[in-house]
């Protein structure tokens, strides 16, 4: 009986064998696949000219531009075109001529367009020169903003090759990890290649660029010390499995929040360069045209961006050419003097008011078209470079920045 079983499961497989066995075609009976020929409108991409590349780049710079004023792209409301806030614009824009200012906290009541005005400053920005393909946003002149890898090959005379791209502007969530900020081993290559690889994170994609944090005050504890070691060094260092490497994380700090919602630390409060407070706008004429130039923007983003776009150009050729002239701009050895009297009458813990406070007041000169730094900059500067440097006084019956412009007034003698 057994020999009778395997004798039929024989005969099954040999029918499985020959039902799967492929038909043989004589090879003069074949039928060849017709040969397409190539598409007539397009060389090779081996045999392109450079003026058929040059012309590619541009049908391809013009389609993505095309796209955006079709709407596809994400709609961002003009820097130009926001109403009113002008101590929070001002920060912004002196951040960006001198980015070693330290950065802006602004601090203000819920839907008085905070996000909305960051996001645009990011939109207004110009282009930056970077390493082709570097992760890290690497400067191919300026070693201090290379990261190890560019700089060795710079030594070793290797040609980088150079591009350029627009200022990044990096969100950091509230929830992200600290692998998600400083960055992590590469998983994917670990286990396909054997090796060990860095994955960066969002300090790295925001080196040379923006780093916006809303509702910086409720940012989790771990996250501000990795801030504000990176602000302190701008540098970012890495430990990971064994690996371990540093890159340039040089960024301009933007942070955003509810003072309703909780205060923040004083460590991370001390390290923004500048605070801004804004409020609700009370003039009934100025929230209606907010309310009019919102409707409009959401019906066709497009149109009221085209609007507005001579006026966000000259503002950015504006603040290339104040970050030209910064190197030029000088503050008075007898104004800085001042400037330290002011900081040592109100009380100010450390230098950095004193230090930022004489960088906003050049970026403000530079921005002017000037290179000589005058009391009326000081004046509009000081407040934002020092109010959340001063030490709280709950019995206080003045706003902080009034305190700094009273001060400011009895050592200049201004009226």
Not at 176 to 189: L, P, S, W
Request: overall charge neutral.
């Amino acid at each position: 009986m057994a020999l009778n079983m395997r004798s039929a499961a024989a005969n099954v497989v040999a029918q499985q064998q020959a039902t799967r066995t492929p038909v043989r075609v004589p090879v003069s009976s074949r039928v060849s696949a017709p040969r397409v020929a190539p598409f007539q409108g397009a060389a090779p991409v081996q045999q392109r000219s450079a003026v058929q590349v040059r012309a590619a780049a541009a049908a391809t710079e013009q389609q993505a531009k095309t796209e955006k004023e079709l709407g596809q792209a994400r709609p961002i409301f003009p820097f130009t075109a926001i109403v009113g806030q002008d101590e929070m614009k001002l920060a912004l824009i002196l951040n960006v001529i001198d980015p070693k200012i330290g950065g802006v906290m602004i601090m203000g009541d819920r839907g008085t367009g905070k996000s909305t005005t960051i996001r645009a400053l990011a939109d207004l920005l110009p282009e930056m020169k970077v390493v082709a393909g570097d992760p890290f946003n690497s400067h191919p002149e300026d070693p201090e903003l290379m990261s190890e890898e560019i700089r060795s090959a710079v030594k070793a005379g290797k040609q980088l090759p150079v591009g350029a791209k627009k200022i990044p502007m990096v969100d950091l969530p509230l929830g992200a990890t600290e692998d998600r900020v400083c960055g992590t081993i590469d998983i994917e290559k670990a286990l396909t290649e054997g090796v060990k690889a860095f994955e960066p994170g969002l300090l790295a994609k925001a080196n040379r660029g923006i780093l916006y944090v809303d509702e910086v005050n409720l940012l989790d504890d771990h996250l501000v010390d990795v801030l504000l070691d990176s602000a302190a060094s701008g540098w970012n260092t890495v430990e990971r499995e064994g690996i371990s490497i540093s890159h340039p994380a040089r960024f301009i700090l933007v942070g955003s929040g509810n003072p309703e919602e909780g205060e923040l630390r004083p460590q991370l409060l001390d390290r923004f360069g500048m605070h801004a407070q804004i409020g609700t706008v009370k003039d009934p004429r100025l929230r209606v045209q907010i309310v009019s130039q919102r409707s409009t923007f959401d019906e066709n983003p497009a149109v009221f961006r085209k609007d507005y776009d001579a006026g966000q150009n000259a503002l950015t050729a504006r603040i290339v050419e104040a970050s030209k002239l910064l190197k030029q701009c000088d503050v008075s050895y007898d104004y800085r003097v001042k400037i330290s009297q002011v900081c040592s009458e109100l009380n100010v813990d450390g230098i950095r008011g004193d230090i930022v406070t004489n960088r906003a007041a050049k970026a403000l000169a530079a921005f002017e078209g000037r290179t000589e730094v005058t009391p009326e900059d000081i004046y509009r500067v000081i407040p934002l470079c020092l109010r959340h440097r001063l030490r709280k006084d709950p019995l206080a019956e003045i706003d902080d920045g009034d305190r700094v412009r009273e001060v400011f007034k009895k050592v200049f003698a201004m009226e």
